[in-house]
């Protein structure tokens, strides 16, 4: 998957459904976002009245509600409390299971084919996507799971009509305009109409664009997507400063450290939200004849006091150093790590914090503390 | 019993002295003797006036404390290079543990109540004393400090 | 059912010996089921498997140049760890690994070597020390320093005996706590780095201990003139993966699994500066 290869096309919203029937002819398992509890989640997809037309929603710290727009197209939410890690990189997943044989044991590895097809992958998603690809299939070791699944991956992206309150992506250079690692890429148009502009990123991209009935993108459509998105980062108020890696790690000892601890909860909802955050554990159990055991890993998260445990007590007690761990982790030690940051802008930690506590705030109370000293 | 010329050297090679000036280490040899102790044999009895002090030369010396029901148990060991005794600077001046050459032990010993009388009269000389004795005891109280964590214990106990 | 080698999924080992080392502390000789032979770099370590108990991070304690027997001493200080104390010979084990960084013995060519280790810390310094000795002529002086809870929790106490009756290494051994009996040191590693004989600016020192002690031990070391970065330590933190996915061991912008557990002191001095990082 590449850039732009050239392939654009106009396909009237109409005919979304040949798109989705076409993905799932191909053996794929689509999912996309759909209205669940309230919010707009990541799931399987039969057709295209999965998908949540006329629903748009409104994001601010620890606020999160959808509300009926009907002007709002098929994408024109923000992203919700799902990302997709959760089906690359699953919050619960048998790694092995083992048999008791004689004196010893054999183990078997679940096998799973499923080829999965993502669509309403926006920019900053598919930013993530890249920086997991990082931890689990670019590092001296390979996580055979995540690695095949997303290798196989269908990625149909879309260009964000607007912003929510809390995205920041322009300023982490992750959106709001995909650029790249898309097999499709979508611009939903609605000025007196109701289309979706299609360009390839891939040659797989390419192929299922020469199974839809489209017309010829015309320079007005063009110009009509460039100024949609130009509006979207017009409309993005939040920014995260760009020397907060060298920051943060000047300050690891200020008391400031404390002052988040007094709001935040541990609750790890920003852990769970964001589409980056890889922490996970393992459990190994047996059943009640003991002769059968499983090893599973679920996501584990910074903010529970357990995760730095060694035999004699936890590393991280205080609640402060969890959020620094947690912090400084996402945008400073990724850069060491992994070469980019572990943030994408997509504001997530900001909405789903039950306290509001806003991660672009704090680095700019860094930013501050930083300058005076 | 050995010159005081031998006492002098003995002194100004001790790493306890080592640096001080010749004259005041000429002071101090006024007051020092050269001693031997066999394996077993005491140096220190808690309770007894301190009356010396001594600066290991050779051998390895246990500062104990008696319990009772057991044998002794050892506080820390002293080797070469070391100084054995500060009682002789904390009034009332009496030892407060025992010390046992646990091998043949040689030392320099002080006479604690000439080496006072000689810093009384010279603050200088009591300074130059300070100055060496306290980095020992904050030593010797930073790894008594460090032993009370119990490094090596096993972690799990008291929880 | 797959066939290519997942980092995840452990290698069965059959244990061959069991050894009582101390009271809590024991030895597990192991050979592959396939009777593939295990090569490994003194420093690193396993994450040992016991069936349907847990896996737990424990670094190789035996000889690099037999890796026909996987040796780990493991000191019973969890449920994984207590269970694997009541294995017998014939039990099968899952061993992943080996995971993580060596002690510098190429690089210390040369070099005059001083080992400050306590407690449990000598297991993953032996595999050094064997090389250390097999390849005396490329080093100088050869100091190991070690501390242990009383003279009865001594690890590897023979083999300590045997060392110090070399006349080409030193060793000294001291206790935090004794009676009259023990005619041995009674005192802290820290204070063994001051009289210990070696030239500070052409010494490399490898530390393996409780943190505290090694902070107290950098800093003697440091006092002596040993370069930051000819010191080595050897780190802990909760490991669950050991392959740098899970996020566990994070020690700053380090994960303790792959690029540790050994690290170059001043690669990791904010972790003895920092707390709770």
Same mark, same amino acid.
Not at chain 1, 274 to 277: A, E, G, L, S, V
Not at chain 2, 48 to 51: F, H, I, M, S, V
């Given at each position: 998957m590449g850039k732009t290869s050239g392939g654009r096309a106009i396909l009237p919203a109409q005919s979304l459904q040949t798109l989705i029937d076409v993905v799932h002819s191909q053996g794929y398992r689509l999912i996309g976002p759909t209205l669940e509890d309230n919010a707009i989640v990541y799931d399987d997809l039969e057709n295209v009245e999965n998908l949540p037309l006329g629903i748009s929603d409104r994001q601010s710290p620890g606020n999160y509600r959808l509300e009926d727009d009907p002007s709002a197209g098929y994408f024109a939410h923000v992203v919700g409390p799902h990302s997709w890690k959760r089906f690359l990189f699953p919050a619960a997943q048998k790694l092995w299971s083992a048999t008791r044989v004689d004196q010893g044991f054999s183990i078997q590895t679940p096998e799973d084919e499923t080829k999965l097809a993502f669509i309403g992958v926006r920019a900053c998603e598919i930013k993530a996507l890249q920086m997991q690809d990082r931890v689990f299939s670019q590092g001296p070791f390979t996580d055979n799971g995540y690695g095949e699944k997303r290798q196989n991956c269908l990625i149909i992206a879309v260009n964000c009509s607007r912003a929510a309150d809390t995205c920041f992506c322009s300023s982490m250079d992750a959106g709001p305009r995909v650029t790249e690692g898309f097999d499709l890429a979508l611009t939903e148009l609605q000025q007196g109409r109701h289309d979706f502009l299609i360009e390839t990123g891939s040659a797989n991209g390419e192929a299922l664009l020469k199974e839809l009935v489209t017309r010829k993108a015309e320079d007005q459509d063009f110009a009509e997507a460039d100024a949609q998105l130009a509006a979207t980062e017009a409309s993005i108020q939040r920014r995260m400063p760009s020397n907060i890696p060298e920051v943060l790690e000047r300050h690891l000892q200020d008391e400031h450290w404390q002052t988040i601890e007094s709001r935040c909860l541990n609750c790890s909802n920003c852990t769970l939200v $964001?589409?980056? $955050?890889f922490c996970s554990t393992v459990e190994d159990t047996t059943d009640l004849t003991g002769q059968h055991a499983e090893r599973w890993r679920y996501w584990d998260s910074c903010f529970n006091t357990d995760f730095s445990y060694i035999h004699g007590g936890s590393i991280r007690q205080s609640g402060a150093a969890r959020y620094r761990q947690w912090i400084t982790h996402k945008l400073s030690y990724w850069h060491k790590q992994f070469g980019t940051s572990g943030c994408t802008g997509c504001g997530r930690c900001i909405t789903w914090c039950p306290v509001g506590i806003d991660i672009t705030e704090e680095a700019a109370t860094f930013c501050e503390i930083d300058k005076r000293s | 019993m050995v010159s005081v010329e031998g006492i002098d050297r003995m002194i100004s090679e001790h790493p306890f002295f080592s640096g001080m000036e010749p004259g005041y280490q000429a002071m101090i040899a006024g007051c020092a003797s050269n001693q031997s102790f066999e394996a077993g044999q005491y140096l220190i009895r808690e309770g007894?006036?301190?009356?010396h002090f001594y600066l290991i030369r050779h051998g390895a010396v246990a500062i104990e404390v008696h319990t009772q029901g057991q044998t002794s148990v050892t506080l820390e060991t002293l080797h070469e290079g070391d100084v054995l005794g500060w009682s002789w600077l904390v009034p009332p001046y009496h030892w407060l543990f025992d010390a046992r050459a646990i091998q043949l032990t040689r030392v320099i010993a002080i006479d604690a109540a000439c080496l006072r009388e000689k810093a009384e009269a010279d603050h200088s000389l009591g300074y130059e004393l300070y100055s060496r004795i306290m980095p020992v005891m904050s030593e010797r109280l930073s790894a008594a400090r460090l032993r009370l964590l119990d490094l090596y214990g096993s972690p799990r106990k008291g929880q | 059912m797959k066939t290519s080698q997942d980092p995840m999924t452990p290698n069965l080992f059959q244990v061959q010996r069991i050894r009582r080392e101390l009271a809590d502390t024991f030895t597990l000789e192991l050979t592959a089921e396939s009777n593939n032979e295990f090569p490994f770099l003194p420093g690193q370590f396993n994450m040992i498997y016991l069936f349907g108990s847990g896996e737990v991070p424990i670094s190789i304690s035996g000889d690099p140049a037999q890796p026909n027997r996987l040796i780990h001493t493991i000191r019973a200080v969890g449920s994984v760890t207590e269970g694997l104390k009541s294995c017998k010979s014939g039990d099968m084990l899952g061993i992943r690994g080996p995971f993580g960084s060596a002690w510098p013995v190429e690089q210390a060519t040369g070099q005059d070597i001083v080992i400050i280790t306590g407690g449990i810390g000598l297991a993953p310094l032996r595999p050094a020390i064997y090389h250390l000795l097999a390849n005396r002529q490329r080093y100088g002086k050869i100091v190991i320093l070690y501390g242990a809870r009383t003279p009865a929790d001594i690890l590897f106490r023979k083999e300590l005996e045997r060392w110090r009756s070399r006349f080409d290494i030193s060793v000294e051994v001291t206790v935090d706590q004794a009676v009259s009996n023990w005619s041995g040191r009674v005192g802290v590693v820290p204070k063994l780095i001051n009289r210990a004989d070696f030239a500070p600016e052409e010494t490399t020192a490898l530390i393996c201990g409780p943190e505290i002690m090694m902070r107290f031990s950098v800093k003697a070391l440091q006092e002596r003139g040993v370069k930051e970065d000819h010191i080595y330590v050897s780190m802990e933190r909760n490991m669950k993966c050991a392959i740098g996915f899970c996020g566990h061991c994070q020690l700053g912008s380090q994960f303790v699994c792959k690029d540790g557990p050994v690290f170059p002191y001043s690669q990791i001095s904010s972790a003895f500066r920092i707390r709770e990082l």
């Open positions: $964001c589409p980056t $955050c | 007894d006036n301190a009356d | -």
